[in-house]
């Protein structure tokens, strides 16, 4: 342990650094215990700033010599200023700096310490923890929180790190007729004391304020409340019974499969207009944006199931990430994938599992493959030396791969082994701290296997395989030969433990399955031998495995012939997701993707696989054709879309269709039937067209320099003053294809603190239109510069957004250049560099696509 002292002895180095260091976490995780918050707030209306104050409880140890652990003690605290600082109720001097507070260990002594200090609680309209909206609407005003990963020390002095849970009490005063929401309670008087809460993780604290309105959940033995702004208490009325149902549903599921009841007093779901992200999980309080509750387009089923899979996914994190926390934020995926993959697990014992499992494929594993096909991938566990950097770890490979590794996993030792495992990990560790080792532990011990090395391959090692078939059949059409074979998909070597379950198809004949289960590069499969000899080959039956698993070439023949005859939902899925590996890889012409999705979608009643088939197309359709090759297929794309959104099976299907259409829309006709809806002169049978749906329709118009454009969207922004018009009215304008306007739009990305961070993300894709690449490639290489600034200013994901819309909106050399050449830098921050590379392998690949099958 002679790290460990040396980490001692330097203990006064830390607070010269910016951010939580992984050695100062370290430090006082081993010196520091017990600790507890005691928070007084007053909360005002309008103000800038709360007057607060803080008094934090907290055990330290010894040294080997008798002394406290720490010299200085430090707390994490930025942005603001202190006074009054008092060390167990005797005045002490104390320092600022970096972020941090730096108090003498001369204050302090061996076991029990209090510290007490006044400070000012920042709150602004946007770029703080603590952030202001106002309603447009009635002129409320509302406050909440957001601390993930390390903002909790940008509201109040704290030991701002996973492992050093507390417990926590809040009190103040509020403005009469605000209520107060927190992790223990709420209150609606204007002075208020929350009960203290059960051991939680900084950034799990949370309180939001307002005229919120409170409705309250059926009788069920974990309360429930949906907090909702005044102005949409009526939209959530209309929805709340079916979210309040799920979340019933989902307690009483999980806390039986977990075999641990839900782990907190109350469960309150709070609705946040402009939340940063879809939902977070503070304990006992989750926030909820808004607009995932209350739908503001035309909602098909498939929206229903978006909603329900993120009502469980934040549910499933009271117990991954509240009860049981990482200690560390490299372990993120033990409660961003396990919540994933809880969601659609208990989905499949609400609804029809195959359904749910299709769904989860096509809404999970191709993006984890998009990912992890790039150079910019990480492993799981990916490393964070400063939670400064922590931001960065979220993305697809913990929301995704992630999850699609714990179904691997669940078919490799069994249901019952995984619930035992994951019974045990929480039984061990509630109301703590664990790592991604305890969780394979516990799995190791529940399902009798060692899973130490597959866990070291699929967890620990970045990418993922790429599985090939190759095979033969002789005289007799009888299968001669069968041997699979797996490669790194990024050519670096690795190897990866495979369980699969090979499909061998037939024409209307459900096929015959063979296991597989093999490490090394090859195999032969003699269980495939001697077989009737198939139409087509494909390695990933009912999606057991995870990788790229490529169709050869006569296979690919086979599919695109039989998929008309495929029964099975998720069999169809995993198939048309193979043949657009195809096109991805280049192994099939993106003209004859788009043609064989046209020929193929009339017949197609799958809603999940339609949405799916609608959006490959588009990616193709805008991305890998040229620019000629798309004026040809542009009548049959918008026709089909324009017949389908009229005249398709369902609703939901119409409306699926009709979405598509207004994306796609460019020529005159479909131009002017946009204008015919918005006017009333046309309307789609069963479909009742929403406000934003009308925005969509003006951003499109605007998009394409329709003449009419500027004129719809100043009667429509006189017509909806709504914050959410506001909001969609200054993301059209985005669109608007002149230099001038970009220019005034990015000098606000950059420089204007008054516009929202969720009008910013809004107005992205409208600002780098599909169509307007010439335009916005100018302001590449600026955004790519500014990336340093978005990183420490903007919310978690945001970064991703801003280089998916910037670097993802080019199709040409030109552009490519630009980034290759902005990666030449050698003082790139190396979180960002991997970012850049990651988005930058989606326009490699368009250049690389255009190249060989453009004109």
């Not at 970045?462 to 699979?484: H, I, K, L, Y």
Request: charged share 25%; hydrophobic share 40%; with cysteine.
């Amino acid at each position: 342990m002679r790290w460990l002292a040396a980490l001692f002895c330097t203990g006064a180095l830390f607070g010269a650094d910016p951010g939580v260091s992984r050695e100062l976490a370290l430090l006082r995780a081993a010196a520091i215990s017990n600790v507890q918050y005691g928070i007084s707030l007053d909360i005002k209306e309008n103000a800038p700033s709360y007057h607060a104050h803080i008094l934090i409880g907290f055990n330290l140890g010894a040294n080997d010599q008798g002394q406290v652990k720490m010299d200085p003690l430090v707390l994490d605290f930025r942005d603001s200023s202190i006074a009054n600082v008092k060390v167990s109720g005797k005045a002490a001097a104390a320092s600022q700096s970096n972020g941090h507070i730096l108090i003498p260990a001369r204050y302090f002594g061996v076991g029990a310490n209090t510290v007490e200090m006044d400070f000012e609680m920042r709150v602004a309209d946007a770029g703080r923890a603590v952030t202001r909206f106002r309603d447009a609407q009635d002129g409320s005003e509302y406050v909440y929180t957001l601390f993930v990963p390390m903002d909790a020390s940008q509201a109040f002095p704290c030991f701002d790190q996973p492992d050093l849970k507390a417990r926590f009490i809040l009190r103040g005063t509020a403005p009469a007729g605000w209520t107060v929401i927190s992790n223990a309670g709420s209150a609606t008087e204007t002075e208020f004391v929350f009960p203290k809460t059960k051991p939680i993780s900084t950034y799990l604290f949370a309180f939001a304020a307002g005229p919120f309105v409170a409705l309250q959940g059926a009788e069920f033995s974990t309360p429930m409340r949906l907090f909702v702004r005044k102005s949409q208490v009526a939209r959530a009325q209309e929805e709340w019974p079916e979210v309040a149902q799920f979340t019933r549903q989902g307690i009483t599921k999980m806390s039986a499969f977990f075999e641990q009841p839900f782990p907190f007093p109350k469960y309150d779901q709070v609705l946040i207009p402009g939340l940063a992200y879809g939902g977070m999980e503070h304990a006992g309080s989750t926030f909820l944006r808004e607009d995932v509750v209350i739908f503001r387009t035309a909602p098909t089923v498939s929206d229903h199931h978006r909603r329900s899979v993120t009502v469980l996914h934040e549910l499933a994190h009271q117990w991954f990430g509240d009860l049981v926390t990482m200690r560390w934020f490299d372990d993120l995926w033990l409660k961003e994938g396990f919540a994933q993959y809880m969601a659609f697990h208990t989905l499949a014992e609400l609804e029809p599992p195959n359904e749910v499992w299709t769904r989860f494929y096509e809404s999970i594993k191709p993006v984890a493959y998009g990912i992890d096909s790039t150079r910019g991938t990480t492993p799981i566990f990916q490393v964070v030396r400063n939670l400064n950097d922590a931001k960065s770890a979220y993305g697809p490979i913990v929301y995704q791969k992630a999850p699609s590794l714990l179904r691997v996993l669940t078919y490799k030792i069994g249901e019952t082994g995984f619930r035992d495992g994951v019974r045990q990990y929480l039984k061990e560790h509630a109301y703590a701290n664990a790592e991604w080792k305890d969780l394979i532990g516990a799995f190791s011990k529940a399902s009798g296997q060692d899973l130490g090395p597959w866990a070291a391959a699929w967890i620990q090692q970045r990418g993922m395989p790429e599985v090939t078939v190759r095979w033969s059949c002789d005289a007799q059409n009888r299968v001669a030969e069968f041997e699979v074979a797996q490669s790194d998909a990024l050519g670096e070597g690795h190897a990866w433990q495979i369980e699969t379950q090979v499909l061998l198809g037939y024409k209307n004949d459900p096929g015959t399955k063979v296991k597989v289960a093999f490490n090394t590069a090859k195999a032969a499969v003699p269980g495939a031998v001697g077989k009737s000899c198939p139409d087509y080959v494909f390695g990933n039956d009912e999606d057991h495995g995870y990788g790229r698993f490529l169709l050869d070439e006569r296979s690919q023949g086979g599919v695109v012939a039989d998929l008309a005859a495929v029964k099975d939902p998720l069999l169809r899925a995993l198939l048309w997701g193979a043949l657009w590996d195809s096109v991805r890889e280049s192994k099939m012409a993106p003209v004859a993707y788009v043609e064989l999705v046209v020929r193929s979608l009339p017949g197609e009643t799958d809603l999940d696989l339609t949405q799916a088939l609608l959006g490959r197309m588009r990616s193709a359709y805008v991305s890998y054709l040229s620019d000629a090759q798309r004026k040809r297929e542009a009548a049959g794309v918008e026709d089909l879309l324009m017949v389908m959104m009229k005249r398709a099976a369902s609703a939901d299907l119409r409306i699926t269709y009709y979405r598509a259409f207004v994306a796609a829309a460019a020529r005159p006709s479909a131009l002017s039937e946009l204008k015919d809806l918005l006017s009333g002169k046309d309307s789609l049978e069963g479909v009742p067209l929403k406000q934003r749906d009308r925005w969509t329709m003006i951003s499109a118009l605007m998009r394409q320099s329709d003449l009419d454009a500027a004129g719809l969207l100043e009667a429509e922004s006189a017509k909806d003053r709504s914050d959410d018009g506001r909001k969609s009215a200054y993301a059209a304008k985005a669109a608007a294809a002149t230099a001038e306007n970009k220019a005034k739009y990015f000098d606000d990305y950059l420089k204007n603190k008054e516009v929202p961070e969720d009008w910013v993300t809004a107005s992205l894709a409208d600002f780098n239109a599909w169509n307007q690449p010439g335009l916005t490639l100018p302001y590449l290489k600026p955004a790519l510069d500014a990336l340093p600034q978005m990183k420490r200013e903007r919310k978690i994901f945001f970064v991703n957004g801003w280089l998916n819309s910037f670097v993802g909106a080019q199709k040409s050399p030109e552009a490519l250049r630009v980034v290759n050449s902005f990666l030449e830098s050698p003082s790139i921050d190396p979180d960002l560099r991997l970012k850049i590379v990651e988005v930058k392998d989606e326009l490699e690949r368009t250049v690389r696509i255009r190249a060989r099958y453009g004109d």
